[in-house]
């Protein structure tokens, strides 16, 4: 995630930039990146992180992160996320390398399929990715508050997304606890 976030940015709120209610850089703006790589990936065992701040000096969290997460099954992961980039946002992107192909999923909001070399790969990815979204928030947003109305208005609960919901959260809290104590945090089952 390379995206920009100012002082203006930060002025608009007083939670952003917190410790307690903002999560940094990976909770506020790449929690969505994290998201898909625990739903792919699985869960996270192990995390190591670094953190700084680059653009805005005068907030709690960082703005800058690199993270390394060991999976089960020997699975690994790196982010790189930044809400320092100048003068402006320039992507959102993943990529997953594997020993049977490799997609790059790119665009400001992980929008646009960039590689696809893959023996299970088909024409729906690239059906799916190749829309421009209106913002860098992509069109997730939208979807995301159609579950909420389900939820509060008492409709079907998938009880693996509130897990997987949950075990992300818990990552999130890893990392900026690594950061802080500068050593490999390990997840509980």
């Not at 100012?6 to 307690?20: C, I, P």
């Not at 992180?49 to 993270?67: F, H, M, R």
């Not at 699975?75 to 992507?91: F, L």
Request: charged share 25%; with cysteine; hydrophobic share 40%.
């Amino acid at each position: 995630l390379r995206w920009r976030r100012d002082q203006s940015y930060f002025n608009l709120a007083t939670w952003r930039g917190t410790r307690k209610l903002d999560g940094g850089v990976i909770g506020n703006q790449a929690s969505h990146h994290l998201d898909l790589l625990i739903w792919v990936l699985g869960k996270v065992k192990e995390v190591h992180a670094i953190g700084s701040n680059y653009l805005v000096k005068n907030i709690e969290s960082e703005d800058t992160v690199l993270v390394n997460l060991k999976f089960s099954d020997n699975k690994m992961a790196s982010i790189e996320a930044t809400t320092a980039t100048s003068p402006e946002n320039i992507e959102g992107s993943i990529s997953f390398l594997g020993t049977k192909g490799t997609i790059v999923i790119g665009g400001f909001a992980m929008n646009k399929l960039k590689y696809c070399k893959s023996e299970k790969a088909n024409n729906l990815l690239k059906k799916k990715f190749d829309t421009e979204p209106p913002n860098v928030y992509g069109f997730g947003h939208d979807k995301f508050y159609k579950y909420l109305d389900k939820i509060f208005n008492n409709k079907k609960l998938i009880k693996k997304n509130i897990n997987l919901a949950v075990h992300v959260s818990e990552v999130i809290e890893a990392i900026n606890k690594s950061i802080q104590l500068n050593k490999i945090i390990k997840i509980k089952k």
